[in-house]
């Protein structure tokens, strides 16, 4: 839990005042133009070039052309570095659903952004999630979700249900769309292959005996060819919806 003042009030950790631009940290020494967004900028830019491993306070500074312990007057740990760079890498939300928009177009739109800006970031999926969202562009992205299911009959906490499982769903699918794109890179097979060389694979260990369902995915050629993940995502998204919409009805009785 959050440290509090005399008062109760939660003491802001120093990477939450950074994001909002709630701390007042003037330039000090011999690096006057450095900024914290500068900062941020720097380590996602090394991130985008050569991934998430490859972030540290030492190879920000050379990307800035500055001491390593001049980074942290601005930023007080690579911890808090790493929870700038998420506000960054996500980018802006995609924004309140537009006017006339139901709420499972609203949340198909939102969860398709989500699923574009970790695809585009796949090291995003690489930084550990160690609370709820506080940061300004995070919160964002859960407010423009929650005003997709304005005037539906959920409760809010059933509202914040269905965000939290549709973005676990979606960021479960990037993870595994990354991780076979990784695959693929260091086995050498084509990603469009994979899935056929496992099913020959497959094919050549199992006994139908043993293994029938299996067998019967095998002989109606299900393996045959590699899915589309797009085709994969949107028969994820929606049958998670139609669980969303039998909710809906339910509570409208």
């Not at 690096?31 to 991934?51: E, H, K, T, W």
């Not at 709420?103 to 090291?123: I, K, M, N, V």
């Amino acid at each position: 839990m959050a440290a509090t003042t005399g008062d109760n009030e939660p003491v802001l950790p120093p990477a939450i005042e950074n994001a909002w631009g709630l701390r007042d940290r003037p330039p000090k020494g011999p690096r006057p133009g450095m900024s914290v967004p500068g900062i941020v900028d720097a380590a996602v830019r090394v991130a985008d070039a050569d991934g998430l491993a490859a972030v540290s306070m030492s190879r920000v500074a050379k990307e800035l052309g500055a001491a390593t312990m001049a980074l942290y007057r601005y930023v007080g740990s690579k911890d808090e570095l790493l929870m700038l760079m998420v506000d960054v890498g996500y980018g802006p939300s995609p924004g309140p659903p537009p006017p006339g928009t139901d709420w499972r177009a609203g949340l198909t739109r939102w969860a398709w952004a989500e699923h574009d800006a970790l695809r585009q970031r796949s090291w995003l999926l690489h930084v550990p999630i160690t609370g709820p969202p506080i940061t300004p562009q995070q919160l964002g992205w859960m407010e423009d979700g929650l005003r997709c299911l304005d005037g539906s009959t959920l409760a809010e906490s059933e509202k914040m249900s269905v965000l939290l499982l549709l973005t676990g769903y979606v960021r479960n699918e990037a993870t595994l769309t990354s991780q076979v794109a990784e695959g693929s890179r260091a086995t050498g097979v084509e990603p469009n292959e994979m899935m056929p060389a496992y099913g020959r694979l497959v094919a050549r260990l199992i006994d139908p005996a043993r293994f029938p369902a299996l067998h019967r995915v095998l002989a109606a050629g299900v393996l045959n060819q590699d899915d589309d993940p797009d085709d994969e995502f949107t028969f994820g998204l929606d049958r998670i919806l139609d669980g969303v919409e039998a909710l809906i009805q339910r509570r409208a009785g």
